[in-house]
Each structure stands twice: as C-alpha cells, then as structure tokens.
C-alpha cells in the first residue's frame, strides 16, 4: 500500500476507447488520492473524461492501464461501500419512490419490516414523506434527484460518487440541493467525489477542487480549499469564495494554450 | 382550474361524437346503395339473419370455434416470443443464431404456409392453429427483441451499482422495462393472428366465422357474408381494446402519455 490513509487511490490511470479504427484516449495516466471524509469535487471542460474517471471508480468501466484502489483493494466491480448518484436520476420510473429507496436494500437481503423501516428514515432525510408513494413521472427534477440520494444512501455507503447531479435543474433548486448536501455530509461524513462543470458549485462544496482537462483527459490543476470554513450564504457571498472562484475560473477556461503544448509532449513520449 | 378541465373534457368527448356520427353515415350509405341497386344486403337483411344466426346458435358456436383457434395460436405464440426475445435482446450471440430465422420467415405471410401446413399436420384443428401461432410469434418476437436491447443502460448500471447480479438486473428492470413493447408486439401479434385465422378458416374447416363465410359464398349468401365480416370486425376490435386496457394499466408509469 503507498498511502495507508487514501480511502480511494486512483494510480496512473488511463483509459482509451476504440472508436472504430481510431482510439481515444478518455484519460492519461490520472493519479489521484483520496483521504477519509474528503469532499473532492472534480470539474473540467466537456468531454475530459470526468464520467469515466467515475465509471471506473464505481467499477462500471475498468481501466486500460493503471488501477483503481478503494479501501487499499482494487475496484472490480460495483460495491455497497460506494454509492453512485447520475446526473440523469437513474430512477426506476415502474416503481415508486419507497420501492426506489428500497431496491437497493432488497438486492442486499434486508428483511421487509428493516428494509421498511429504513426507506421511511431516507425518504424523510430528503423530505420526500408525502411523496413516497408517487411514481417518478409525477416529481420535479429536484424530488427526483432527492429520491436518487436516499435510494444511494439508503444502503449506507461510506462513499458516495456523483456525476453532475445538480447539472439539470435550475439554480434555486440546485443551491437548496446543495446545503442539503453538505448538512446531510456534515452529520454523516462519507467521502465524496463530486463532478460538476459549474465552477461555483465545485468551490462551494469542496475541500478540494480536482480541475481537469481535455485530450487526453487528465488532472491540471488542484485547488485547495480550507475544510474549516462553514459552507453558508456568507461564505457564497464572500470575497474568499470569489478569489478561489477566480482561481478555479481561470483554471478551467484558460487552459488552451498549455493544453495544446502538454498534449504535443505527452504524444512525443508516447 | 375548471376551465381548462371542462375544456380537456369537452376535447376528449369531441372525437366519439364524430366517431358515432361516421358510423351512422356510414351504415346511412350502405342502406343508400343497396336500395339504389347495389348488389348489397340491406343493414335490415343483415340484422335479420344475424338474429337467424345467433338464435339457432350458429354465430355463437363459429364464433367461439374461432376464438378458440385464435387463442390458443397466440397464446403459443407470446408464450414462445417472449423469452426467444429476451434471450436474443440479452445474449448477442443467440441473437446472431435466431436473427437470421426470424427476419426470413417473416418476410413469407403465414398464409402462405398454409399449404404446406395442410400437407405436413392434416386437416385438422393442428395447422390453422400453427399458422395462427407463427403470425403471433413472429410479431411478438420483434418487439420483444426491440424492447431488451433498448433498455436505459443508465438504469441497467443504477441497479449494478445497488448491488444487483444479472439475475435481478433481468428480472427487476430489463423485464418491467420492455414491457411497453412487449405489450404492443402483443397487440400487432393479436391483429397478425385474428387476420391469418379467417384465412386458415377459409381453406379447410367444418366450423368457425372464415368456414361459414365461404360456405355462403356457395350459396350467394350475401346477408351471411356479412354477419361474418362484421363479427370478425367486432371481436378483432374487442380484443384489441382488452390488450389496450392492459397496456394502460401495466405501463401507466411511462412518462407523456
Ligand atoms: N463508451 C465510450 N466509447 C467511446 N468513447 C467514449 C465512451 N465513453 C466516453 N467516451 C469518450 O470519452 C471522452 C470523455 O467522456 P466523459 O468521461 O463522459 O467526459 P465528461 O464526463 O468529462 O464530459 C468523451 O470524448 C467521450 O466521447
Ligand atoms: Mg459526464
């Protein structure tokens, strides 16, 4: 084991896609470590492999080269101690929220009564109770997404990856999801990696602000934020966030000129 | 929130009152024609023998030989297509071992396998149902395909990512979510069998709506033929409605509707 405190280890990662004839490199050699109750947000142009950093850790796609390490193991496949959100809910729409919450705990064995039980604790925890016997089709965007946080909380993972989950919803509903989020973490403190292409949100949430860039996908830049600060309106609205904002800004929108060069000497390498 | 209600009440009530008016002018034409010379029945002469028909029970006893035929074949015939598609839509290599099959005997109309069903099973009951059978499964088992392999894979890795094996993947989300096509593969698959059986009826038979309606052609029954007609037109419609229904009520978690 190199770091006996990384929670998740991603180490020299690379994945490429055939396309036909040609292959994509999606991402090139992409290390990135970690630690317990870490909340890491991962933000970065369109196309830069964001998804598939995610995949891969979620065990939905392996790697080409390199490995993925959760708890010191290598990830084969999906697990319980990772929960995944997706930026389209993923909800089942032939089951209500109670039974969404609940699938989860019935691929796992959970008795009814337990399992019951438990559905009822999340549903509340997103504020869903009126609504946990109404199909996906009769919610809002954000009621969805709320149902897809306590169906991937349901079955207590200690990490939780998300893929732009907020990416759809209009920004009221997103900054009300996002305290949500962070309460919620604040109470129960699982890691999380969290992917957003919006770069207030990327500095809002995190303690550390991963920015990457595209062809071929990989890590450009790192932000760190101070944990100790309270995530609320004043710290939205004060001129720290606007200075990392800046920073993390410029990260993710002035990148050609040094992207087009680092490409031309990884190729050179290659 | 009244107006709009009473209005989308008042939209959903227009269509049958234009529905109803279209029949009554309809059967107004028919009565027209025939009285006008047409070589027709009146809609009088029909009621009449229909009346005939069904007091001396020989519409009721066609009718359920032919319901009879038709429910078996396309209960056969769904019972087959449903897991040949689901096998083909979940496993490509099935699907490059059936494929092929499917997409030649479907372009050959089950009628005209009649012939050789007649010379390979007899007379009997056995090749109409078969014919009834390969109509049903052939449209079932398109759509049953279709419907697996357009399954969200989103949904396919939410389940994996809650801890779900290809068993319960199957069973709890590829099976509810190609139920909508499954359900009109069915419906097709019905109309395919209902239009083969008068066909199959037609060619050797001693009972059901195809028989009688040829038996009258020997006779220049026309009232007959159309007491026929009409009923094969009336049970077709019902039986649609009935999978319609289900339809509704098995999908109604579908998104605009
Ligand atoms: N299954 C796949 N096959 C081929 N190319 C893919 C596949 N998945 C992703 N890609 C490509 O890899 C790149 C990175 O994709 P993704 O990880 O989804 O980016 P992001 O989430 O940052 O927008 C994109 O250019 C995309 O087209
Ligand atoms: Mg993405």
Same mark, same amino acid.
């Given at each position: 084991?190199?770091?006996?405190?990384?929670?998740?280890?991603?180490?020299?990662?690379?994945?490429?896609?055939?396309?036909?004839?040609?292959?994509?490199?999606?991402?090139?050699?992409?290390?990135?470590?970690?630690?317990?109750?870490?909340?890491?947000?991962?933000?970065?142009?369109?196309?830069?492999?964001?998804?598939?950093?995610?995949?891969?850790?979620?065990?939905?796609?392996?790697?080409?080269?390199?490995?993925?390490?959760?708890?010191?193991?290598?990830?084969?496949?999906?697990?319980?101690?990772?929960?995944?959100?997706?930026?389209?809910?993923?909800?089942?729409?032939?089951?209500?929220?109670?039974?969404?919450?609940?699938?989860?705990?019935?691929?796992?064995?959970?008795?009814?009564?337990?399992?019951?039980?438990?559905?009822?604790?999340?549903?509340?925890?997103?504020?869903?109770?009126?609504?946990?016997?109404?199909?996906?089709?009769?919610?809002?965007?954000?009621?969805?997404?709320?149902?897809?946080?306590?169906?991937?909380?349901?079955?207590?993972?200690?990490?939780?990856?998300?893929?732009?989950?907020?990416?759809?919803?209009?920004?009221?509903?997103?900054?009300?999801?996002?305290?949500?989020?962070?309460?919620?973490?604040?109470?129960?403190?699982?890691?999380?990696?969290?992917?957003?292409?919006?770069?207030?949100?990327?500095?809002?949430?995190?303690?550390?602000?991963?920015?990457?860039?595209?062809?071929?996908?990989?890590?450009?830049?790192?932000?760190?934020?101070?944990?100790?600060?309270?995530?609320?309106?004043?710290?939205?609205?004060?001129?720290?966030?606007?200075?990392?904002?800046?920073?993390?800004?410029?990260?993710?929108?002035?990148?050609?000129?040094?992207?087009?060069?680092?490409?031309?000497?990884?190729?050179?390498?290659? | 929130?009244?107006?709009?209600?009473?209005?989308?009440?008042?939209?959903?009530?227009?269509?049958?009152?234009?529905?109803?008016?279209s029949v009554l002018l309809g059967i107004a034409i028919w009565w027209v024609l025939a009285?006008?010379?047409?070589?027709?029945?009146t809609p009088l #002469?029909v009621v009449?023998?229909?009346?005939?028909?069904?007091?001396?029970?020989?519409?009721?006893?066609?009718?359920?030989?032919?319901?009879?035929?038709?429910?078996?074949?396309?209960?056969?015939?769904?019972?087959?297509?449903?897991?040949?598609?689901?096998?083909?839509?979940?496993?490509?290599?099935?699907?490059?071992?059936?494929?092929?099959?499917?997409?030649?005997?479907?372009?050959?109309?089950?009628?005209?396998?009649?012939?050789?069903?007649?010379?390979?099973?007899?007379?009997? #009951?056995?090749?109409?149902?078969?014919?009834?059978?390969?109509?049903?499964?052939?449209?079932?088992?398109?759509?049953?395909?279709?419907?697996?392999?357009?399954?969200?894979?989103?949904?396919?890795?939410?389940?994996?990512?809650?801890?779900?094996?290809?068993?319960?993947?199957?069973?709890?989300?590829?099976?509810?979510?190609?139920?909508?096509?499954?359900?009109?593969?069915?419906?097709?698959?019905?109309?395919?069998?209902?239009?083969?059986?008068?066909?199959? #009826?037609?060619?050797?038979?001693?009972?059901?709506?195809?028989?009688?309606?040829?038996?009258?052609?020997?006779?220049?029954?026309?009232?007959?033929?159309?007491?026929?007609?009409i009923?094969?037109?009336?049970?077709?419609?019902?039986?649609?409605?009935?999978?319609?229904?289900?339809?509704?009520?098995?999908?109604?978690?579908?998104?605009?509707?």
């Amino acid at each position: 084991m190199t770091t006996k405190t990384a929670k998740i280890s991603v180490q020299g990662v690379t994945k490429i896609f055939a396309l036909g004839r040609e292959t994509f490199t999606a991402l090139d050699n992409v290390s990135l470590d970690i630690a317990d109750h870490e909340f890491v947000t991962v933000v970065g142009p369109s196309g830069c492999g964001k998804s598939t950093l995610m995949n891969i850790l979620a065990g939905l796609e392996t790697p080409t080269a390199g490995r993925a390490l959760v708890d010191g193991s290598p990830v084969l496949g999906p697990g319980p101690e990772r929960g995944v959100i997706f930026q389209q809910y993923a909800l089942f729409p032939w089951l209500t929220v109670r039974q969404n919450v609940e699938f989860g705990l019935r691929t796992s064995g959970v008795p009814k009564g337990e399992r019951r039980r438990r559905a009822e604790h999340f549903i509340e925890q997103v504020g869903l109770e009126r609504f946990a016997d109404a199909l996906p089709k009769t919610l809002s965007g954000g009621m969805r997404q709320r149902c897809a946080i306590a169906r991937a909380y349901a079955v207590d993972p200690s990490i939780l990856l998300m893929d732009e989950p907020f990416g759809a919803l209009d920004a009221l509903t997103r900054v009300k999801l996002q305290e949500q989020l962070l309460h919620t973490w604040s109470q129960n403190k699982r890691t999380v990696l969290f992917i957003t292409h919006d770069v207030d949100e990327a500095v809002f949430l995190a303690t550390r602000v991963i920015v990457m860039a595209a062809r071929p996908g990989r890590i450009y830049d790192v932000i760190e934020v101070d944990p100790a600060i309270e995530r609320n309106e004043e710290f939205r609205l004060s001129s720290e966030f606007a200075a990392l904002r800046k920073r993390v800004w410029h990260s993710v929108y002035h990148q050609e000129g040094r992207t087009a060069f680092q490409s031309a000497s990884h190729s050179s390498t290659a | 929130m009244t107006a709009p209600e009473r209005q989308s009440a008042g939209r959903r009530k227009l269509p049958l009152i234009l529905n109803a008016v279209s029949v009554l002018l309809g059967i107004a034409i028919w009565w027209v024609l025939a009285t006008a010379g047409f070589k027709l029945p009146t809609p009088l #002469e029909v009621v009449s023998r229909a009346g005939t028909l069904i007091g001396n029970g020989t519409l009721g006893e066609d009718a359920v030989a032919s319901l009879t035929r038709v429910l078996i074949g396309f209960a056969l015939g769904t019972a087959a297509a449903i897991p040949v598609g689901f096998l083909m839509g979940w496993y490509s290599v099935l699907r490059g071992l059936i494929e092929p099959w499917i997409q030649f005997f479907r372009t050959i109309p089950p009628l005209a396998i009649i012939p050789l069903a007649v010379v390979v099973m007899g007379i009997d #009951e056995t090749p109409k149902i078969f014919v009834i059978f390969l109509a049903a499964f052939l449209a079932c088992v398109i759509s049953t395909f279709q419907g697996v392999v357009n399954v969200d894979r989103t949904l396919i890795n939410a389940a994996r990512v809650l801890g779900a094996k290809d068993v319960t993947i199957f069973a709890r989300v590829v099976v509810p979510a190609s139920t909508p096509f499954i359900l009109v593969g069915m419906r097709v698959g019905l109309g395919s069998a209902w239009a083969t059986l008068v066909a199959a #009826e037609l060619i050797a038979a001693q009972q059901g709506l195809g028989y009688r309606m040829q038996n009258a052609q020997l006779y220049y029954d026309l009232p007959t033929i159309f007491v026929g007609l009409i009923s094969i037109g009336i049970l077709g419609l019902l039986m649609d409605r009935v999978l319609l229904l289900a339809e509704r009520k098995l999908t109604g978690w579908q998104e605009r509707r």
